[in-house]
């Protein structure tokens, strides 16, 4: 019954190639988010949608590329991976004015 | 944007002891949140305070909407309250959380 997931849990990959992570909420939410956390722990926002629809986009790198294929799901595509994008990526959601629920955050080590 | 800073970067204490940590925020906010990040990175919620006073068990929060503040207040700390504490504040409508950088609680035994 968990409230966020994402997968997978740990992404360890070479420089240049593509790769998704998946998130999935079962809290009704009608908004969800991508954040980066590097390694500094440092937490800032990278992506929004509500009802499948983008209204946050941060300044990133167009080899991001978020898809919510619906409300209960977002997820997000990186192409051409470099150094710089080891990090760990969190996704949340949230019901319009109230509490973000983050999922467990996916650990991105680029070699 | 909205600057958020947290106080003190770095605290440690021992088990027992109660700490005092602050946010500040330099814009009025729609939403206030507190989480802790545990040593396995999960980031759990705290509490919800926009304004008032809120407690769970040995933890309470007071945020000062007025004076652009909010305080965490840990009472007789547990190694299992180490880890990073962040606040996070939503302002005019912007639907995210912009992030304070976080204090670090370490307690040891």
């Known amino acids: 019954d968990t409230a966020v997931s994402q997968t997978p849990k740990y992404l360890v990959t070479q420089m240049g190639n593509d790769k998704s992570i998946k998130c999935e909420q079962n809290?009704?939410?009608?908004?969800m988010y991508w954040y980066k956390q590097d390694s500094k722990k440092f937490l800032k926002i990278m992506f929004s949608y509500n009802n499948k629809e983008l209204i946050i986009n941060e300044t990133v790198p167009n080899r991001f590329s978020p898809k919510s294929p619906d409300k209960a799901h977002l997820n997000l595509h990186i192409n051409s991976l470099e150094l710089g994008d080891s990090a760990v990526y969190f996704c949340a959601s949230m019901r319009s004015g109230a509490t973000q629920y983050f999922g467990p955050g996916t650990r991105l080590l680029v070699l | 944007g909205i600057q958020v800073e947290q106080s003190p970067p770095d605290l440690i204490l021992q088990e027992g002891a109660n700490s005092t940590l602050r946010c500040n925020f330099s814009?009025?906010?729609?939403?206030l949140q507190w989480f802790h990040q545990n040593p396995w990175g999960q980031l759990i919620n705290l509490f919800y305070i926009p304004s008032g006073t809120k407690q769970n068990g040995r933890l309470s929060a007071t945020t000062v909407a007025t004076e652009r503040y909010s305080l965490l207040y840990i009472s007789s700390s547990q190694t299992t309250d180490s880890g990073v504490y962040f606040c996070?504040?939503?302002?005019?409508?912007?639907?995210?959380?912009?992030f304070g950088q976080g204090t670090r609680l370490t307690i040891n035994p």
């Open positions: 814009d009025s906010v729609n939403n």
């Open positions: 809290l009704g939410h009608d908004t």
């Open positions: 996070a504040v939503d302002y005019q409508g912007a639907q995210k959380l912009v």
